[in-house]
């Protein structure tokens, strides 16, 4: 009997995607993005993801006051039903009962492959450290670049303002992440690990934007601002576990799933059923292809597709 499940998704961005740091920085731009601490490489953190995909899950069970916080009391709190796949999915505070846990933990987005130009065309860039988390082994390229077979005519790639040499060994998109576009894949290079973060930061959107007077239909006077955003046909990965820890292992028949597949008698869109709590976080995702995530929404960011997902489970 499987007591946790995981799944890897992959991500790419069809907007530039902006989850802001919540403040004015002196520096580069004015707002920032979120970051890793160790590396600076931008991410889409676990909490941005979790509560836009919960809403989202909430708009598809036709149940949008399952969304959100649900602290507040009367219609604008968590139903709590026991048979409800949003509730049961990711929790709820002040129930009866006290609350309850969610049953999936949501981890961070990172970036996979950097879209980059260069003389030779767009590139997707990428580097060891990251190919090592996903189980692929690579040398690190050093102070040159690996290139795909599509690209070794080039003795030199440009990287942005990085002009590194091209070294003796070609890179080949691994077949174990087969969902990633051929027109991405077959122009994907490597990168060392120290030189990534230099490319990915050095290469993001940088937009403008100026509040407009209404009485003058002109910029107004000390409101122009910039901020940054991770580029449009960006890659990234994230992992979500589902522990389903309310399930008796000795007694599978006791489990709280499956719970109700319909809402108010209404099959669901497309005829799909949610088998189980990661079901619940995939559906949640593939409406951020159409709702978005993060800030500047109302500008055209935010949009993300989901392409893939890979499971794991633990045994016992």
């Known amino acids: 009997?499987?007591?946790?499940?995981?799944?890897?998704?992959?991500?790419?961005?069809?907007?530039?995607?902006h989850i802001?740091?919540?403040?004015?920085?002196?520096?580069?731009?004015?707002?920032?993005?979120?970051r890793e601490p160790g590396t600076r490489l931008p991410k889409i953190p676990g909490t941005s993801l979790?509560?836009?995909?919960?809403?989202?899950?909430?708009?598809r069970y036709e149940s949008r006051r399952c969304a959100g916080a649900g602290q507040s009391e009367g219609?604008?709190?968590?139903?709590?039903?026991?048979?409800?796949?949003?509730?049961?999915?990711?929790?709820?505070?002040?129930g009866p009962d006290g609350g309850q846990s969610g049953m999936v933990s949501i981890g961070d987005a990172r970036i996979l492959l950097f879209p980059v130009y260069s003389l030779a065309g767009p590139v997707w860039v990428t580097c060891p450290g990251i190919l090592r988390e996903s189980g692929i082994m690579e040398d690190d390229p050093g102070e040159?670049?690996?290139l795909p077979p599509a690209l070794d005519q080039h003795d030199h790639l440009n990287l942005g303002w990085l002009m590194l040499e091209k070294a003796d060994e070609t890179f080949a998109w691994p077949d174990t992440i087969p969902v990633v576009p051929a027109e991405i894949s077959a122009r994907a290079v490597l990168v060392a690990d120290k030189l990534f973060s230099q490319v990915v930061n050095s290469n993001l959107e940088v937009r403008t934007s100026v509040s407009i007077d209404p009485d003058t239909g002109a910029a107004s006077e000390g409101k122009l601002f910039t901020y940054e955003a991770i580029p449009r046909a960006t890659l990234l990965w994230m992992e979500v576990v589902?522990?389903?820890?309310?399930?008796?292992?000795?007694?599978?028949?006791?489990?709280?799933?499956?719970?109700?597949?319909?809402?108010?008698?209404k099959p669901f869109p497309n005829g799909e059923t949610w088998t189980s709590p990661l079901s619940v976080v995939q559906a949640g995702l593939g409406l951020a292809e159409h709702l978005g995530i993060g800030g500047m929404g109302t500008r055209g960011f935010g949009r993300v597709r989901l392409l893939r997902d890979k499971e794991a489970s633990g045994e016992q």
């Open 1 to 17: 009997m499987s007591f946790y499940q995981q799944k890897t998704f992959v991500l790419m961005t069809l907007d530039p995607v």
């Open 20 to 34: 802001g740091t919540g403040g004015m920085r002196l520096g580069r731009v004015d707002n920032s993005i979120v």
């Open 50 to 59: 979790s509560g836009a995909i919960r809403q989202y899950a909430a708009y």
């Open 75 to 94: 219609d604008k709190s968590h139903c709590r039903e026991a048979q409800c796949p949003v509730c049961y999915t990711f929790g709820y505070l002040k």
């Open 144 to 146: 040159q670049v690996r």
């Open 242 to 265: 589902e522990d389903e820890f309310r399930r008796d292992p000795q007694n599978p028949g006791n489990s709280p799933w499956p719970v109700s597949q319909t809402k108010g008698g």
